[in-house]
């Protein structure tokens, strides 16, 4: 296995949780496999947000927040708590990935400065600029502050699309709704613009015309760990320099009513289209009795 050798060496892990979502863990295990990278250091979010530990003002509000989209946010919350998450949101504790072994692991609140952004108290902030190069961030929220300027590379975080075409909340659905073949992700370098940082990589994953929302979304998180390899091999080559985008797209937060309407239709056609393949497939192979296996897997529907 080839191992790429690097100055930008130390890596610091934000996390929002001792168990995180299993595309989470399965980057950073890419990352340690295929880089000489040391992660000497997890903080991790004090906070927590667990609908079930929230007052019903609270959810109420963060439903608002939603708008439009909040019915989807509803049925999902329903629907995993029935059949339990799609397998690339199921959550591990960070323990699991051996490259953490012999990580400290430090605890912190953030400071709110509104409503949306959040900074990292000093401390913490000079714990890390001590003992790491850089920081990724899969947990946090929309961060700002001293952090973003404190560390000689950054704070490196995922947006899933591509900021110079789609930016904004539900990554993903602005891609699926205008029919587009490809849907962009974004391993940015943050600024104190929201989904405007600069651009350490980004790729994109294809958009099938009977392709579910979750199979889109699935694609998307599968192709992480081996852009944080690019992203960490780029900030180490002589010269490099994160590309500011010339332009960015709009900052959406919701579909409209009559887009939440077109999703709806595409994504319950599609899943209903992948639910009867599936059964025939099935169906035949249990007929002919064959001995092949075939692997397939169920989409989350959001």
Not at 233 to 254: A, I, T
Request: charged share 25%; net charge negative; aromatic share 8%.
């Amino acid at each position: 296995m080839y191992i790429l050798s690097m100055d930008c060496e130390r890596v610091c892990l934000l996390l929002d949780d001792e168990c995180c979502p299993a595309y989470q863990l399965a980057a950073v295990r890419e990352l340690a496999a295929h880089t000489t990278v040391e992660i000497p250091l997890v903080v991790i979010n004090d906070e927590t947000f667990r609908l079930r530990e929230q007052s019903p003002a609270y959810l109420v509000r963060r439903l608002r927040s939603w708008g439009t989209w909040a019915p989807v946010c509803g049925a999902t919350a329903v629907s995993r708590a029935i059949r339990g998450p799609p397998s690339y949101d199921e959550r591990y504790h960070y323990s699991t990935v051996n490259a953490l072994d012999d990580a400290a692991v430090v605890r912190c609140s953030p400071h709110w400065e509104d409503d949306r952004w959040r900074s990292l108290p000093g401390p913490v902030i000079d714990t890390i600029t001590a003992e790491t190069d850089v920081a990724v961030r899969f947990g946090f929220g929309l961060l700002t502050g001293r952090i973003l300027e404190a560390l000689e590379y950054g704070v490196l975080s995922f947006h899933f699309g591509d900021i110079r075409e789609y930016r904004g909340r539900i990554g993903t659905v602005w891609e699926y709704l205008a029919d587009e073949p490809s849907a962009g992700v974004t391993l940015q370098q943050l600024t104190r613009r929201v989904d405007g940082g600069r651009i350490v990589a980004v790729d994109d994953v294809p958009i099938g015309p009977r392709d579910t929302y979750g199979a889109v979304k699935r694609r998307q998180r599968s192709i992480l760990g081996e852009l944080l390899v690019e992203g960490l091999q780029k900030l180490n080559e002589p010269g490099f320099e994160p590309m500011v985008p010339e332009s960015l797209g709009p900052y959406r937060s919701s579909p409209t009513v009559r887009e939440l309407g077109r999703f709806l239709r595409k994504n319950g056609t599609n899943v209903v289209r992948r639910a009867v393949a599936g059964n025939f497939v099935t169906g035949n192979k249990t007929r002919s009795h064959q001995n092949e296996t075939q692997s397939h897997h169920v989409d989350d529907s959001s």
